[in-house]
């Protein structure tokens, strides 16, 4: 069965802290995502990564940085946390692509990190 | 500007009645549509997906619908359960863009007993 596991449901950090979440998938999937979901905004793509040491940014990038280290670990760092970055953060793979169009999969999602920055 | 809109915060409706959420996009590049099913404290599933050379697919239960000129698709969900209580995220993408998958902002549908 399809597993994408991220390490915290819940964090609570204080502005300025570093922040690591960490994420893994048991698909051998060539592609990881991470996501931010906000009420009214949906989800939005902060960085996705196509391969081992290879990322690229998505559409709010800014305030974050990601690693990828192997194949089946995708860890997302907030450098100095602060509180608009407040959010929940969903961690996704995929086998083919950006799995958004046809033939190329389906995203399969973790559960989600709720983050509060205070 | 959201380029995919769920005008639609919430939904209600009598279990065992069609639900029908809504979905709007204003890129006309995008050609490729899904349908995202979120529970409390769980990730995003996939439902359903259509291309624009579809007007229309069925699977099971849900039934989506694209209509291209109107830049508007609908999910259908018939009969709806309680169990059917979730968030839906619409989303879209376009070859153009390797397929980078835009969401809406979800509707919450609420299937009352």
């Known amino acids: 069965d399809v597993k994408v596991t991220q390490s915290s449901r819940y964090l609570v950090k204080r502005t300025g802290e570093k922040v690591f979440l960490e994420c893994v998938q048991d698909?051998?999937?060539?592609?990881m995502f991470w996501y931010r979901q906000d009420p009214g905004l949906g989800l939005r793509l902060i960085y996705f990564?196509?391969?081992?040491?290879?990322?690229e940014k998505g559409d709010i990038p800014e305030g974050y940085s990601v690693s990828r280290e192997k194949k089946e670990r995708f860890s997302l760092i907030l450098e100095s946390a602060s509180t608009n970055q407040t959010s929940m953060y969903l961690c996704?793979?995929?086998?083919?692509?950006?799995?958004?169009?046809?033939?190329?999969?389906?995203?399969?999602f973790g559960e989600g990190s709720r983050l509060t920055v205070l | 500007d959201q380029q995919v809109k769920q005008n639609s915060p919430s939904l209600s409706v009598q279990e065992g009645r069609i639900s029908i959420l809504n979905c709007d996009y204003t890129?006309?590049?995008?050609?490729?549509f899904l349908w995202y099913k979120k529970y409390p404290a769980e990730g995003p599933t996939f439902l359903i997906s259509?291309?624009?050379?579809?007007d229309k697919n069925e699977d099971g239960r849900f039934t989506v619908f694209l209509n291209k000129s109107a830049k508007h698709l609908s999910l259908h969900i018939v009969p709806s359960p309680p169990g059917d209580s979730a968030v839906y995220f619409c989303?879209?993408?376009?070859?153009?863009?390797?397929?980078?998958?835009?969401f809406g902002s979800g509707t919450r549908l609420l299937v009352r007993p």
């Open positions: 996704a793979s995929s086998l083919y692509g950006l799995a958004g169009g046809p033939g190329t999969g389906e995203l399969f």
């Open positions: 698909m051998d999937h060539e592609n």
């Open positions: 990564s196509y391969d081992v040491k290879m990322k």
């Open positions: 890129n006309s590049m995008f050609d490729y």
């Open positions: 259509i291309s624009s050379i579809k």
């Open positions: 989303a879209a993408s376009a070859r153009l863009s390797s397929y980078k998958l835009i």
